[in-house]
């Protein structure tokens, strides 16, 4: 062979490996698609092929994922500790309460949840009023949390009453001990007040229920939930975060625990008091508020949290002991008629960039006779009508893109019938027990919050993503700490689309169905 095609032979063969090494270089994410569907599929792995088996193309969704782009840091996802979800957790075999907890506190084998809540004091969801002192005790000598690790009598209320408990001893501390003995558990607590003692408060129309907190007793209030923190931690249980007051604004016409706190009050309290105390019993350090226990204000609806939180943003002597802002989404039938306030969360982040944002409740009332098929059809509520799966499928991927670091559900285990709760007001939740059969049910819920639990871990960061708008398709990605990469989607159309991702050069192609969530998770090959 002549030299000078010998020369042109290898300068091709050098050219063709550099660009297959190049190309291998670029593709070194693998790809796995978890998808969950009103078809039925839940949380189910699936290959990268073509939604529909039709001939016709499904029209084509081009997103280039930006690396380069990345806000905020991400916290967790999960649900809410509560009485009643011990409660049905005592009723069932050692055995299953340990599969329920694995189910949702394994990051392997279960959703992972990394961030839950749960209730200071008696809350709507416990099997009656209690607090944690004898009346009267302005020494807070009385004070024990021995309400929330008692156990139960099943004499609590009528909806328990008959009832077989097989572990007694059971409730809410054993609960979230339990739950962080479970292998890879990895979550953080916010821990919120719904209402003070009865004996400190004025103008209440029941036990433990409306009015508001006198104000010679804010310095008392203080020690009472500082105290709450050191106890919990003496039994093992660090909580991450608390929030004075559960819905301040809901203090009028509430019908179970609850507690009134106007902007100013909640300022002066946090400012006056709480901080100060925290501070003082070693719970909190200022200047360095992620080095103790956060302190989250406001924790009601976020159509109103702007105006809420004002007062004490503004003020620099509150707003030094305050970490964030704490929000909830009802009314949920008016969500997507106001974007689901992505507007509001802009707002209070380019106001108060500094300040964290967690979503520390939701929920819907149950239906009895259909809790799977509900979440996938026009319910009705308190709110109105609406689609519960679209509804919280937009409402996290719209508050994950408009700067929220977390998103709490309400109860995590409750009844087929969405109980105890004394006062009729019923919800579903991922986890729903029939306590007489054992039956356990995993609502469509519990897999649409594993979709970002599992996948999105603590201390990933959101990144950008650049690409074709479409109503009724809604997208996010952050990208966790070991460099894996969670791209979540839901498509709430009745037709298919052909989704093309772009990362690196490269294109990730997977079909998604009508009615569908998927977590594409791209995971690196080195």
């Given at each position: 062979m002549?030299y000078?095609r010998?020369v042109i032979f290898?300068?091709?063969?050098?050219?063709l490996?550099?660009?297959?090494?190049?190309?291998?270089?670029?593709?070194?994410?693998?790809m796995?698609?978890?998808q969950t569907s009103q078809?039925g599929?839940n949380l189910?792995l699936?290959?990268?092929k073509?939604?529909?088996?039709?001939?016709?193309?499904?029209?084509?969704?081009?997103?280039e994922?930006?690396?380069?782009e990345?806000f905020?840091?991400i916290?967790g996802f999960?649900a809410?500790?509560?009485?009643s979800?011990?409660?049905?957790?005592?009723t069932?075999?050692?055995?299953?309460r340990?599969e329920v907890l694995?189910?949702?506190?394994?990051p392997?084998?279960?959703?992972?949840?990394?961030?839950?809540?749960?209730?200071?004091?008696?809350?709507?969801?416990?099997?009656?009023?209690?607090?944690?002192?004898?009346?009267?005790?302005?020494e807070?000598?009385s004070?024990s949390?021995n309400?929330?690790?008692?156990?139960?009598?099943?004499?609590?209320n009528?909806?328990?009453?008959?009832?077989?408990l097989?572990?007694?001893?059971?409730?809410?501390?054993?609960?979230i001990?339990?739950?962080?003995s479970?292998?890879?558990a990895d979550?953080?607590?916010?821990?919120s007040?719904?209402s003070?003692p009865s004996?400190?408060k004025?103008?209440?129309?029941?036990i433990m229920t409306?009015?508001?907190?006198?104000?010679?007793?804010?310095?008392?209030?203080?020690k009472?939930?500082?105290?709450y923190?050191?106890?919990?931690?003496?039994?093992?249980?660090n909580?991450w975060?608390?929030?004075?007051?559960?819905e301040?604004l809901h203090?009028?016409d509430?019908?179970w625990?609850?507690?009134?706190f106007t902007?100013?009050?909640?300022r002066?309290?946090?400012?006056?008091h709480l901080?100060?105390?925290?501070?003082?019993?070693?719970?909190l350090?200022?200047?360095d508020?992620?080095a103790?226990v956060?302190?989250?204000?406001?924790?009601?609806?976020?159509s109103?949290m702007n105006?809420?939180?004002?007062?004490?943003?503004?003020d620099?002597?509150?707003?030094?002991?305050?970490?964030?802002t704490?929000?909830?989404w009802?009314a949920?039938?008016?969500?997507?008629?106001?974007d689901f306030?992505?507007s509001?969360?802009?707002?209070?982040?380019?106001?108060?960039?500094?300040k964290?944002m967690?979503?520390?409740?939701?929920?819907?009332?149950?239906?009895?006779n259909?809790?799977i098929?509900q979440?996938w059809?026009?319910?009705?509520?308190?709110?109105?009508?609406?689609v519960?799966?679209d509804t919280?499928?937009?409402?996290?991927?719209?508050d994950l893109?408009?700067?929220?670091?977390?998103?709490?559900e309400?109860c995590?285990?409750l009844?087929?019938k969405g109980?105890?709760n004394p006062?009729?007001?019923?919800?579903?939740a991922p986890?729903?027990?029939n306590?007489?059969?054992?039956e356990v049910i995993y609502?469509?819920?519990?897999?649409?919050?594993s979709h970002f639990?599992?996948?999105i871990r603590p201390?990933a960061i959101?990144?950008?993503?650049?690409?074709?708008?479409?109503?009724?398709?809604i997208?996010?990605?952050?990208q966790?700490v070991?460099?894996s990469?969670?791209v979540?989607v839901f498509?709430?159309?009745?037709n298919s689309?052909d989704l093309?991702?772009?990362?690196?050069?490269?294109?990730?192609e997977?079909?998604i169905?009508?009615?569908?969530?998927?977590t594409?998770?791209l995971r690196?090959?080195?």
């Amino acid at each position: 062979m002549p030299y000078k095609r010998i020369v042109i032979f290898q300068l091709v063969a050098l050219v063709l490996c550099f660009c297959s090494c190049s190309s291998i270089e670029e593709s070194s994410y693998e790809m796995q698609v978890y998808q969950t569907s009103q078809e039925g599929d839940n949380l189910k792995l699936i290959k990268g092929k073509r939604a529909d088996q039709k001939k016709k193309r499904n029209q084509k969704i081009e997103v280039e994922i930006q690396l380069a782009e990345k806000f905020q840091k991400i916290i967790g996802f999960g649900a809410s500790f509560t009485e009643s979800s011990a409660w049905n957790l005592a009723t069932v075999p050692g055995e299953t309460r340990k599969e329920v907890l694995t189910k949702l506190f394994s990051p392997k084998e279960g959703a992972g949840f990394t961030l839950t809540r749960t209730h200071i004091n008696s809350c709507d969801y416990s099997n009656g009023h209690y607090t944690y002192i004898e009346d009267g005790d302005l020494e807070l000598a009385s004070f024990s949390i021995n309400e929330d690790k008692k156990g139960f009598s099943g004499n609590e209320n009528a909806q328990v009453q008959g009832v077989e408990l097989v572990d007694s001893t059971y409730d809410l501390i054993p609960m979230i001990l339990e739950a962080q003995s479970i292998p890879g558990a990895d979550f953080r607590i916010i821990s919120s007040a719904w209402s003070p003692p009865s004996w400190m408060k004025a103008h209440e129309t029941g036990i433990m229920t409306n009015g508001s907190l006198k104000s010679e007793h804010y310095g008392l209030w203080a020690k009472y939930l500082s105290k709450y923190l050191s106890a919990y931690k003496k039994e093992g249980i660090n909580i991450w975060g608390i929030t004075p007051q559960n819905e301040p604004l809901h203090a009028h016409d509430a019908r179970w625990d609850s507690n009134g706190f106007t902007p100013e009050q909640g300022r002066d309290f946090v400012r006056d008091h709480l901080g100060p105390q925290l501070e003082k019993d070693g719970h909190l350090k200022v200047g360095d508020l992620d080095a103790g226990v956060r302190i989250l204000i406001y924790d009601h609806n976020k159509s109103m949290m702007n105006n809420y939180v004002t007062p004490t943003y503004e003020d620099a002597e509150a707003s030094k002991y305050a970490w964030g802002t704490a929000f909830h989404w009802y009314a949920s039938s008016g969500l997507e008629k106001e974007d689901f306030y992505g507007s509001e969360l802009d707002k209070l982040h380019e106001a108060w960039p500094e300040k964290g944002m967690i979503h520390t409740e939701s929920s819907i009332d149950i239906d009895v006779n259909d809790p799977i098929g509900q979440y996938w059809r026009e319910s009705t509520d308190y709110a109105g009508k609406f689609v519960p799966f679209d509804t919280y499928a937009y409402d996290i991927i719209t508050d994950l893109n408009h700067g929220t670091q977390g998103y709490v559900e309400w109860c995590v285990i409750l009844s087929h019938k969405g109980q105890p709760n004394p006062y009729d007001n019923f919800n579903s939740a991922p986890v729903l027990i029939n306590p007489n059969t054992d039956e356990v049910i995993y609502t469509p819920l519990y897999y649409l919050l594993s979709h970002f639990s599992k996948f999105i871990r603590p201390d990933a960061i959101r990144l950008g993503l650049k690409g074709d708008k479409v109503e009724g398709l809604i997208y996010t990605a952050a990208q966790n700490v070991d460099g894996s990469i969670a791209v979540v989607v839901f498509n709430k159309n009745k037709n298919s689309y052909d989704l093309s991702l772009s990362l690196e050069g490269q294109d990730y192609e997977v079909a998604i169905g009508p009615r569908t969530m998927q977590t594409i998770h791209l995971r690196s090959k080195k």
